[in-house]
């Protein structure tokens, strides 16, 4: 079983009270505009059959507190760019395999950077970090079946078959893994990076109705999983450095798609 805690602490300095709460209040003894970093512990390990825990969430709050956000602040606290994240992360992932509850495995540990960009580290991936960034677009789709009748696609699709369309306000996660570069500290060139996903995804989509204006949607139904495969396919061809690892499509927010490279290869 697996368990996952996040924790919120400040980016500049230790918290200073004797117990620290867990809000986006963040130190409530704080006197100053702070910024806060969200760090995230997933653990694994089998339920305690009286308590019903893998662990004590509490335990997970202060290995990230105490441990993890320390060693962020020395090694990236006064960078001003993202290339010394990656690498503090992974040594930040090393502390807390060895400060990790005794009932629990550490699996990752994921530190959010902002709304649209966060690194990860997995135990399972060895070397490498996963980077996450997230773009935006808005677009109009309608779902319907050419061979279907168009009273069989509203008993299907419901409103999402109107023959006019509807928009969404999609949101797109790129993931990939990769090693660090040595030199610049990065598991891909960022402004190569942000460039790729703009110019195959958000311009060619953004605005656009989909079933008219992008081929790929001529015969498709652009339903959020459709959409999510047709962006991993289009970004696996262009991002140059690094493992394109899962395209996740927000239609809403109560709905996603994601699209990796073992659906690819299921077909």
């Known amino acids: 079983m ?18 620290p709460v867990n809000t ?8 100053r505009f ?63 395999v060895g400060a990790c509850p005794v009932a629990a495995t550490l699996c990752s540990i994921t530190f959010v950077v902002s709304p649209f960009t966060r690194f990860e580290v997995h135990v399972k991936d060895g070397a490498m970090v996963r980077l996450t960034r997230s773009f935006e677009f808005s677009a109009a789709h309608r779902l319907y079946c050419d061979r279907l009748s168009d009273e069989e696609n509203r008993r299907l699709f419901g409103k999402c078959s109107n023959p006019h369309g509807h928009g969404h306000n ?13 030199a610049r500290g990065t598991v891909v060139d960022l402004p190569a990076f942000d460039r790729a996903v703009q110019e195959s995804v958000i311009l060619p989509f953004d605005h656009k109705n989909l079933n008219i204006e ?39 927010p109560k709905t996603y798609a994601d699209y990796g490279p073992n659906d690819a290869s299921a077909g």
């Open 34 to 96: 702070e910024q806060f970093w969200t760090l995230q512990a997933v653990v694994e390990g089998a339920a305690d059959p009286q308590t019903g825990y893998v662990c004590d969430v509490r335990e997970l709050d202060v290995m990230l507190r105490d441990v993890v956000a320390p060693l962020l602040r020395e090694y990236c606290g006064s960078a001003d760019d993202l290339g010394a994240v990656a690498p503090a992360l992974c040594r930040a992932f090393e502390a807390a």
């Open 2 to 19: 697996k368990l996952m805690r996040e924790t919120r602490c400040s980016s500049t300095r230790p918290a200073s009270a004797a117990r």
């Open 214 to 252: 992008c081929p790929e949607f001529a015969e498709l139904n652009p339903s959020v999983e459709n959409i999510a495969r047709v962006i991993f396919q289009r970004l696996v061809r262009v991002i140059e450095r690094g493992e394109l690892l899962n395209i996740r499509v927000w239609e809403t």
């Open 24 to 31: 986006w209040a963040g130190d409530p003894t704080a006197d």
């Open 170 to 182: 999609y949101v797109v996660e790129v993931t990939v893994c990769g090693t660090i570069d040595g």
